[in-house]
């Protein structure tokens, strides 16, 4: 893209003009991403949960009801909030190797933040800030030909028996792995969770991550910064995060502590649950806050809470993990002050997805964009001067084989396998081949547990009469013409995204046309239903 023409595509975008960045003034950037959240596991979204900072952020500033992400499992997703690019535009070593270019893209755990360091850290910290990163990466991008000498002796595999010698090599691994964020591109990493937690050391510890935050933030506070600052919390099962807060106190991603840190008073967080009414389930949820809760009370005391933007958000829904549904799958809570701008109580309903958010920054910070980088998203900041704009018309999304289209009212699912899926699906191992298409890689996933058509090559869904997506109206005469105009969508956003082929959207190599994957997935569908029957 040569330099007018990326000049143009920036002013699209929405970009302000220089006069209100410099009255505003560069601010301060928080991006706190939960993990594995549903919209009704807040008290802000109507959940019967304790998060008060949750109610504080909501009533300070902006509580977003149509926030989604583009992917549903945490590496895409994390990428894209750390890029501002939908994962089947990743060029990693990792996503190259299961996907080459010109084959089609199978966005799923294989996407890698890549080494070019065209992303949020990099670009800001060319604009002046200061970029931290806190907690959970999960997108290093893996090079197969050099692995065995990433770490060297001091990985630690999984299930391991613990030993003081290998809580030595989880500090000094620790330790690598800040370095790496930090040649990725931030200026500032510490207490790095790599990827999900593993015994020995598996238990969450938000005092650790907090720690962190409040450290950067302190260093910082006479700087522009930004913060990506991501909790462990709330990955399931809800049992565990009782266990490691009772239990758990010492372990953190660096091991096992000498001492507790003490930031949350735990004993505090269970009998605050029990006043509430609510149980050992909910105590991740509050537990969560209170860590939100040590970030906003240190802005206020260093005074800088008023050109700060604390972003509260998850990286996807739970219950539909894995699928492109709206409902607890694409949809996400999405939380958003800044005193200096956005005004208390805001609300707003229209469409934004996490690619949003990295335009956002650059803009704000008065950022230039490298003429190489790659960016899908769109400036928030309309959105933040008059919460009834909407920044677009429609949300993509993508899950490994499926895609998806989303506007106010439609929600349109495709799934077309590679023809290597479908040999797979018809091989000897075909039961293997079974988990692996309804694994969370696969588009599918828990979805099949609460939506009656979910195994259709084609579903379309009538939000404004079925919130819920539970009757596909792909087939009804009626809709034939909104059909045709999601399917048209589609096809043009898989245009616009570079050279890779979708099923017979843009056909190409190795793709398959909807009949061929509806055999694929009656055979999806007979296997779950004899999963059901042995289950029960």
Same mark, same amino acid.
């Given at each position: 893209?040569?330099?007018?023409?990326?000049?143009?595509?920036?002013?699209?975008?929405?970009?302000?003009?220089?006069?209100?960045?410099?009255?505003?003034?560069?601010?301060?950037?928080?991006?706190?991403?939960?993990?594995?959240?549903?919209?009704?596991?807040?008290?802000?979204?109507?959940?019967?949960?304790?998060?008060?900072?949750?109610?504080?952020?909501?009533?300070?500033?902006?509580?977003?009801?149509?926030?989604?992400?583009?992917?549903?499992?945490?590496?895409?997703?994390?990428?894209?909030?750390?890029?501002?690019?939908?994962?089947?535009?990743?060029?990693?070593?990792?996503?190259?190797?299961?996907?080459?270019?010109?084959?089609?893209?199978?966005?799923?755990?294989?996407?890698?933040?890549?080494?070019?360091?065209?992303?949020?850290?990099?670009?800001?910290?060319?604009?002046?800030?200061?970029?931290?990163?806190?907690?959970?990466?999960?997108?290093?991008?893996?090079?197969?030909?050099?692995?065995?000498?990433?770490?060297?002796?001091?990985?630690?595999?999984?299930?391991? =028996?613990?030993? =003081?010698?290998?809580?030595?090599?989880?500090?000094?691994?620790?330790?690598?792995?800040?370095?790496?964020?930090?040649?990725?591109?931030?200026?500032?990493?510490?207490? *790095?969770?790599?990827?999900?937690?593993?015994?020995?050391?598996?238990?969450?510890?938000?005092?650790?991550?907090?720690?962190?935050?409040?450290?950067?933030?302190?260093?910082?506070?006479?700087?522009?910064?930004?913060?990506?600052?991501?909790?462990?919390?709330?990955?399931?099962?809800?049992?565990?995060?009782?266990?490691?807060?009772?239990?758990? =106190?010492?372990?953190?991603?660096?091991?096992?502590?000498?001492?507790?840190?003490?930031?949350?008073?735990?004993?505090?967080?269970?009998?605050?649950?029990?006043?509430?009414?609510?149980?050992?389930?909910?105590?991740?949820?509050?537990?969560?806050?209170?860590?939100?809760?040590?970030?906003?009370?240190?802005?206020?005391?260093?005074?800088?809470?008023?050109?700060?933007?604390?972003?509260?958000?998850?990286?996807?829904?739970?219950?539909?993990?894995?699928?492109?549904?709206?409902?607890?799958?694409?949809?996400?809570?999405?939380?958003?002050?800044?005193?200096?701008?956005?005004?208390?109580?805001?609300?707003?309903?229209?469409?934004?997805?996490?690619?949003?958010?990295?335009?956002?920054?650059?803009?704000?910070?008065?950022?230039?964009?490298?003429?190489?980088?790659?960016?899908?998203?769109?400036?928030?900041?309309?959105?933040?001067?008059?919460?009834?704009?909407?920044?677009?018309?429609?949300?993509?999304?993508?899950?490994?084989?499926?895609?998806?289209?989303?506007?106010?009212?439609?929600?349109?699912?495709?799934?077309?396998?590679?023809?290597?899926?479908?040999?797979?699906?018809?091989?000897?191992?075909?039961?293997?081949?079974?988990?692996?298409?309804?694994?969370?890689?696969?588009? *599918?996933?828990?979805?099949?547990?609460?939506?009656?058509?979910?195994?259709?090559?084609?579903?379309?869904?009538?939000?404004?009469?079925?919130?819920?997506?539970?009757?596909?109206?792909?087939?009804?005469?009626?809709?034939?013409?909104?059909?045709?105009?999601?399917?048209?969508?589609?096809?043009?956003?898989?245009?616009?995204?570079?050279?890779?082929?979708?099923?017979?959207?843009?056909?190409?190599?190795?793709?398959?046309?909807?009949?061929?994957?509806?055999?694929?997935?009656?055979?999806?569908?007979?296997?779950?239903?004899?999963?059901?029957?042995?289950?029960?």
């Amino acid at each position: 893209m040569n330099s007018s023409l990326l000049t143009l595509f920036f002013f699209s975008l929405g970009f302000l003009s220089p006069s209100f960045g410099e009255s505003i003034g560069k601010p301060n950037v928080i991006v706190f991403l939960v993990d594995d959240y549903d919209k009704p596991e807040t008290s802000p979204y109507g959940g019967k949960v304790l998060t008060p900072n949750l109610d504080r952020l909501a009533k300070e500033g902006m509580i977003c009801h149509n926030a989604h992400v583009t992917s549903t499992v945490c590496t895409p997703s994390r990428y894209t909030f750390l890029t501002g690019r939908y994962a089947s535009s990743s060029h990693s070593n990792t996503f190259l190797e299961e996907c080459p270019e010109g084959t089609q893209a199978l966005p799923a755990f294989n996407v890698g933040l890549e080494s070019d360091r065209m992303n949020v850290g990099r670009v800001l910290a060319d604009a002046g800030y200061a970029t931290g990163f806190v907690g959970k990466y999960h997108v290093h991008d893996t090079d197969h030909s050099k692995e065995a000498s990433l770490f060297g002796d001091l990985d630690v595999p999984k299930n391991a =028996e613990y030993s =003081e010698k290998l809580n030595k090599r989880k500090f000094k691994l620790e330790k690598l792995q800040r370095d790496l964020v930090k040649k990725n591109g931030f200026t500032w990493a510490k207490n *790095i969770y790599w990827g999900s937690l593993k015994s020995p050391f598996k238990g969450h510890n938000p005092d650790w991550t907090a720690q962190a935050a409040l450290e950067f933030i302190e260093e910082h506070k006479d700087q522009p910064f930004y913060l990506h600052c991501c909790s462990t919390l709330l990955h399931g099962p809800n049992g565990e995060w009782f266990k490691s807060m009772m239990e758990k =106190e010492l372990v953190t991603g660096e091991g096992f502590l000498k001492k507790p840190l003490g930031l949350i008073d735990r004993e505090s967080v269970w009998k605050r649950i029990q006043k509430a009414g609510l149980t050992e389930a909910e105590v991740g949820y509050l537990w969560m806050d209170e860590s939100l809760g040590l970030i906003l009370d240190k802005l206020d005391s260093l005074g800088i809470a008023d050109n700060t933007i604390v972003v509260f958000v998850s990286d996807h829904g739970s219950e539909r993990k894995g699928s492109l549904i709206k409902t607890r799958g694409t949809e996400i809570p999405c939380l958003i002050r800044w005193p200096k701008v956005i005004k208390p109580g805001s609300v707003s309903h229209g469409l934004l997805q996490n690619t949003d958010f990295v335009p956002t920054w650059f803009e704000l910070a008065g950022a230039k964009i490298p003429e190489e980088y790659h960016m899908d998203g769109k400036s928030l900041v309309p959105m933040f001067e008059d919460p009834s704009v909407s920044v677009r018309e429609f949300i993509y999304a993508e899950q490994g084989a499926a895609r998806a289209i989303k506007t106010d009212t439609l929600e349109y699912l495709s799934i077309r396998y590679t023809d290597e899926q479908i040999a797979m699906a018809q091989s000897k191992r075909s039961d293997r081949a079974y988990k692996t298409l309804l694994g969370l890689s696969s588009g *599918i996933s828990r979805a099949r547990y609460f939506h009656p058509d979910i195994f259709s090559a084609d579903q379309l869904y009538d939000l404004s009469k079925d919130p819920n997506s539970q009757k596909n109206v792909a087939k009804d005469s009626s809709y034939a013409g909104q059909l045709k105009k999601m399917k048209a969508i589609l096809t043009r956003k898989v245009k616009e995204l570079g050279p890779r082929p979708y099923g017979d959207f843009v056909p190409g190599k190795g793709t398959s046309d909807a009949e061929a994957s509806k055999k694929v997935l009656d055979q999806l569908a007979a296997y779950h239903a004899k999963e059901g029957k042995k289950k029960k």
